[in-house]
């Protein structure tokens, strides 16, 4: 079963808008953490938000917000303001506290901010 | 400490060959994992290392592959014999054990092209 769903393989926003990007998740563990990264076409991935199963409220980073509701098992990345600057690949990914702790990736969403 | 290393950052080989691929983790960091991505996908979980002890394996890692990270710096990653289907972006992560929220460092990848 995927762990992991982001449902929109593409999204364009105008520069200065704000845009979601869509994850869904899937875990019978309690504890578990949500992460998002951007890759940019260099290929290096950079850490944007985490997210904790525990933790009550929302997490925001600078013009990145996490909009967690953990009933419908969602964690949908919001960028405010977006910049031209953004436009990469982004990946939401789960870490489970059992087992390895690797993180366990979606297949991705590619964004494109136009001027 | 500049971030984790990865060397080559290109590798273009003939079906056939073996290839080595290198990761210098960030120095604190006792956790390091590989992970290989397509075109078009996540990073997908091959391996991964607390200090020189490899803990797990993925199904993904036939027995052409070896890795090792001995004295628990650096490490590496060989494919012997590779096939065309081995062409991807290797990526290699490091973290500390500590926090659920601990989030992985990733390296630029190496991306690999068997011809």
């Known amino acids: 079963a995927q762990k992991i769903t982001q449902t929109q393989p593409g999204m364009f926003v105008q520069e200065k808008e704000a845009v979601t990007l869509d994850c869904t998740y899937d875990t019978s563990d309690p504890s578990y953490g949500l992460f998002w990264y951007k890759q940019p076409s260099s290929g290096e991935m950079i850490f944007l938000i985490y997210?904790?199963?525990?933790?009550?409220q929302n997490a925001t980073e600078g013009r990145y917000s996490l909009n967690f509701q953990k009933a419908r098992k969602s964690a949908n990345l919001v960028i405010s303001a977006s910049q031209l600057g953004d436009s990469a690949m982004y990946f939401c990914a789960m870490r489970e506290k059992a087992g390895r702790r690797a993180l366990t990736f979606g297949s991705g969403t590619r964004l494109q901010v136009q001027p | 400490d500049t971030g984790v290393s990865q060397n080559p950052r290109h590798k273009i080989t003939k079906r056939g060959q073996n290839v080595t691929f290198r990761c210098d983790p960030i120095s604190e960091h006792n956790r390091l994992y590989w992970y290989r991505q397509t075109l078009g996908q996540g990073p997908e979980f091959l391996t991964y290392?607390?200090?020189?002890?490899?803990?797990?394996k993925s199904r993904l890692l036939s027995d052409r592959f070896s890795a090792e990270r001995p004295k628990g710096s650096f490490s590496t990653l060989e494919i012997q014999r590779t096939e065309q289907g081995d062409s991807a972006m290797y990526l290699c992560a490091s973290s500390t054990d500590r926090e659920l929220n601990t989030e992985a460092f990733f390296g630029q990848g190496t991306r690999l092209t068997v011809v």
């Open positions: 997210q904790g199963s525990y933790d009550q």
């Open positions: 290392f607390q200090n020189e002890a490899q803990l797990e």
